[in-house]
């Protein structure tokens, strides 16, 4: 085991720094929102004609239709636990899987070196990222390797399934909208008919009835179903990540040779993300 000490690389620092968990805009999503509703927009005003795009009852309808409609569809706990982690389809944490792939290994280092006991001397680094905090106590309080993995695989498996029941809101409400957005439209039929006996009311009402179909297929289209898919891949890089500070906290509890633990980390990472943290 020797030979790790030697082989520890010239950049290894001892006042080891862990990528904080800032949390700052996800420009993609913002401004592919903005870009979509500006090419709609820009449609609109180019058309030849005066039509007005806005309607207030159908807009109420279908925003408020969808919220309510997608709210009988799961628990009041369900939709509460969903608020938090939605959010992650407009923001999302600043941290590369290689950096923080040779960050565990530094983890690795100072454990083989001084020890796993080591690790409470960084502790407010730890802190930095509540879910490496968390996991780096569970090692230092003494558990056994198969409870580690096991706490940890549990963890892991917790937060997929919470991420999933997130995006199936997303999803369900996404298919919701241009169904109430069809219930907009017949409403609008049932009152244009009940006016046949005036023509000059037929065209307004008809293009009134339209603009629900009009909202829904924006709301579920270009709104819902994008967040759903963002959130589905914030979530699956979280669950990456978390499943290499299970490797990672494997290995050390195990006292492995650092070496070891990069190798396993580079098959969980993408080839364009893997390291080459020893020479």
Known sequence: MSDTNNSEPDFFRDNIRISSSDISLDLTTIFGLLFTFTLITIAILIGQSDANFFNIPSFLIVILGTMTVTATSFSWEELQNASSVIGNSLFKKRKSSSIF????????????????????????????????????QIVTD???????????????????????????????????????????????????????????????????????????????????????????????????????????MSSIARQDNPRRLEMLLNTELSPSERITYFD
């Open 142 to 248: 003494g558990y056994e390797v198969e409870d580690i993995e096991r706490i940890l695989a549990q963890d892991l498996d917790a937060l997929t399934e919470r991420h999933r029941r997130s995006a199936s809101i997303l999803r369900r409400a996404a298919e919701i909208a241009p169904a109430m957005g069809l219930i907009g439209t017949l409403i609008g039929l049932v009152q244009m008919l009940a006016n046949l006996q005036d023509p000059e009311t037929i065209g307004p009402a008809m293009a009134v009835a339209l603009l629900t179909t009009f909202y829904g297929a924006i709301l579920g289209t270009a709104v819902l179903s994008p967040m759903a898919a963002k959130l589905e891949r914030n979530s699956n890089e979280e669950a990456a990540q978390r499943s290499l500070v299970m490797i990672a």
């Open 101 to 136: 792939a040779r960050q565990l290994i530094d983890l690795a280092v100072l454990a083989k070196k001084r020890g796993i006991l080591a690790l409470a001397s960084i502790e407010s680094e730890l802190k930095k990222d509540p879910h490496l905090f968390k996991s780096a």
